[in-house]
Every structure is written in C-alpha cells, then in structure tokens.
C-alpha cells in the first residue's frame, strides 16, 4: 500500500485555507468568533499556514455541552480556528481515507449517509432470512489512541501531517490514551477508518457476502443463523485484539421479526419509525408550531427545521403520522 507524502504544503496553500474557511462558517456568522477570526482574515489565515508548515497546531480550545436528542450526549466543539483547520485538513486528505472505505461503509462519507445504508438494508432483509446487529460499547470513549495513530501511519507518509493529526488526537481523552471528540470534523474521519479495519476483516477475511456499516452499527446478513453466530464470535474476538473495543450483546433474529436501525425498523416488506423516533418526531413537531406561532421563527426558520424532520418520515410507513402533522399545522 502506498503511503501519501508530501500533502502539508496542499493543506497549508492559501487558497485552500480560504476554502476551509468558507466551508466552516457556514451557518454560523452569527457567533462572535466567526466574526472576530473574520475581521484579520488574511493574518488569521498566515499564521494557520505557517504553524501547519511547522507542524505545530495548537489545538484543544474545546467549549463542552450535552445534547438529549436523540440520547444523551456530551459534544466537545472546537474554537472556530480549529474547525477552519480540520476543514482544510479534509479538504486534502479526504481522498486518501475514501480510498480505503469499503463500499457499504455509509457514515460520513459524500454519496452515502443514513438513506442509502436504509436502502440497501432494506434490500438484504428481503433476500435474507436471519440478521446480526452488531454495536460497539461506547465507540467514540473506547477509541485507542495509539492503534489510531498506527493506522494513520500507514496511510500517511508526510511526518509532519502525522503530527498535526498525533496533536488533535492527544488533545482530548476520557480516559488514558483513548477517546476522540463527538462534534469535530476529524473525529468523523479517524472513527470511520478506525471500524474500516474491521470492513475490511469482513468481507474480504471471513468473506460476507451482505453487510452493512453506519459507523459503529454493523449488521450481518445470511440464511444461515449458526453460520452468523459463528461470524460474530470470530468478529468480537477480532475486534478485541485488534483494536480494543468491545461489542454489546449480539442481537441475532429473524428478518420478519425486524430489523432495529438507525431509528427506524426495517421489515421485509415494510419499514416503520422506532418508538423513539416517534416520539422525537412529534415532541420536535410541537417545538417547531410553538416557536412559529409565537413569532420566535419566521416560515423560512420553521421549514428550514420541519423539512429533515418530514424527510426523515417519507422512508418509513408513516402516512396516519404525517396526516396528523399537516392537521396540527392546520390548526397551530
């Protein structure tokens, strides 16, 4: 496998800073620090190219807050200097790790995403009769830091992006030399090539023939339920001594009892919300009619919000649910 080198002065060139730049306010002129790093722009930018040159970042200017939706979670979000500079190590280095996903890996990834990976489960529940649900415990608190960097290693040659990539990562931990932070750009891309790893002792090791990943959910497919039961204990075992994580208990079924992913439940013939998405859906329903009615969002605010939410409707068997939004509109 040949190394990249050399991509530094790529990420470091002023026009691709000014890239980044543009990509990570989007959104968010509002805030002050958007504001304030606009105001000196261009020294802003100088001063982000020289320390990339060096290989001298200096990251970890992190503000922390929990979402509930749709679990409880702790976000860590980096200053608006560190998103501009995530962005332009993207910017660059995106092919290389797109390189190595495999065709099925459908988080984070440009093409991808939620509705693709439901259509092609939704494909493998008809043509097969059992599954295996496969999570990992904790996934973004259990990465290790140094099998992490090992693996960047071997993808990048160019020593001092490895620093630059070495420092954002010891930057942040939950516990000694393992986690990276829910909310970064860069903890998108580290955590997909992480589990990559794993794709790739899948299909091309124990050679599975469907298979499925949206980040740390994995799911199995076969006709055959020893068979499956079998992959998995070989796929915990891998896991466990190759990258130090841990699966949840395993959840092995029949393809008409459904399948429970990524908020939805997915039946051969059919595929329905989860109760928890239902139950976002009209709790977030409610929000969006009461800010609207009471003048705190405009229309254009309140599509903005309602569109996702409706969308996220349209790929399950939600007709009465729907109907029952456009009469609370109606009536809001």
């Known amino acids: 496998m040949k190394r990249e080198n050399n991509l530094i002065s790529l990420i470091a ?144 040659k160019d020593v001092v992006l490895l620093n630059v990539f070495y420092n954002i990562i010891d930057s942040y931990e939950t516990s000694t030399d393992k986690s990276l932070p829910i909310g970064n750009l860069t903890s998108q891309y580290f955590a997909n090539h992480y589990l990559a790893v794993a794709d790739h002792y899948l299909k091309e090791k124990l050679q599975i023939p469907a298979y499925v990943r949206y980040m740390d959910d994995m799911v ?48 051969p013939k059919t595929i329905l919300l989860n109760n928890n998405s239902r139950k976002r859906f009209k709790n977030k329903l409610k929000q969006y009619n009461y800010k609207l009615n009471n003048d705190e969002w405009n229309q254009a605010e309140y599509q903005a919000h309602v569109l996702p939410l409706i969308a996220f409707t349209k790929h399950a068997n939600t007709y009465n649910l729907r109907k029952k939004f456009n009469e609370m509109t109606k009536t809001g």
């Open 13 to 156: 060139d002023p026009d691709n800073l000014r890239l980044a730049f543009w990509k990570a306010r989007k959104a968010k002129d509002v805030k002050m620090e958007v504001a304030e790093f606009r105001k000196s722009l261009d020294k802003n930018l100088l001063t982000l190219r020289n320390e990339l040159l060096l290989g001298n970042v200096q990251v970890g200017q992190y503000h922390y807050f929990t979402i509930y939706d749709p679990k409880e979670r702790e976000i860590c979000a980096a200053s608006f200097r560190e998103r501009v500079l995530h962005h332009a190590l993207m910017n660059v280095c995106h092919a290389n790790f797109e390189k190595y996903q495999i065709f099925v890996s459908y988080a984070s990834r440009k093409g991808k995403g939620t509705y693709a990976a439901i259509n092609r489960a939704k494909n493998y529940q008809r043509k097969y009769n059992w599954f295996l649900k496969l999570d990992v415990c904790k996934y973004f608190d259990s990465i290790d830091h140094c099998i992490l960097k090992q693996l960047l290693a071997k993808r990048f």
């Open 220 to 267: 199995i497919w076969s006709n055959d339920k020893n068979m499956l039961l079998k992959i998995g204990n070989e796929f915990q075992l891998f896991i466990e001594t190759e990258l130090n994580l841990r699966l949840k208990p395993f959840c092995l079924n029949s393809t008409d009892k459904g399948l429970p992913f990524l908020g939805y439940i997915l039946f």
